[in-house]
């Protein structure tokens, strides 16, 4: 199926403003969709980050389309977060989080003291578990109205 013009159009320009969003030390926080621990854990970020640092998009979306590579899309196993910083995934992702929020970036240091192999363990538990444990939702929820150009396609 090719694209049209529109549609070619509103990917270069959505990956544009990808790039400069990065440039500009946003971080970009890719997650399951339809989990609702993953979609709990982005309202929590929004609500502790008044300064909008933080950027969301779904795994199954057309953002992670172009930023990441199909078998990461495809997993749906780990939250994935990209910064200026590197690609960050499992609980490297929610530390770098924690380091963009203030008054939560006192934790990230001492959750990095754990050893990455238990804490992704420990992640990799959960990541297992998490719809049987907290539900899933057909489709991403719709954030509030003041946050929708937190969340992208």
């Avoid at 489709?139 to 150009?149: A, Y």
């Amino acid at each position: 199926m090719t694209k049209s013009k529109d549609q070619v159009y509103e990917t270069e320009s959505l990956e544009a403003r990808f790039k400069t969003a990065l440039r500009n030390g946003q971080l970009f926080v890719f997650f399951d969709g339809t989990c609702m621990l993953c979609n709990n854990f982005v309202a929590w970020v929004v609500s502790n980050d008044p300064e909008g640092a933080v950027l969301f998009a779904p795994l199954q979306g057309k953002t992670a389309q172009f930023a990441l590579e199909s078998s990461e899309r495809d997993a749906l196993s780990s939250v994935i977060v990209i910064s200026s910083e590197g690609k960050f995934t499992e609980s490297e992702a929610v530390a770098e989080v924690l380091s963009h929020l203030p008054g939560w970036q006192v934790w990230s240091g001492p959750l990095k003291l754990v050893p990455l192999k238990v804490r992704d363990f420990a992640y990799k538990v959960v990541a297992r578990n998490r719809k049987r444990w907290f539900g899933e939702s057909e489709e991403c929820p719709m954030p509030l109205s003041e946050h929708k150009d937190r969340l992208w396609p």
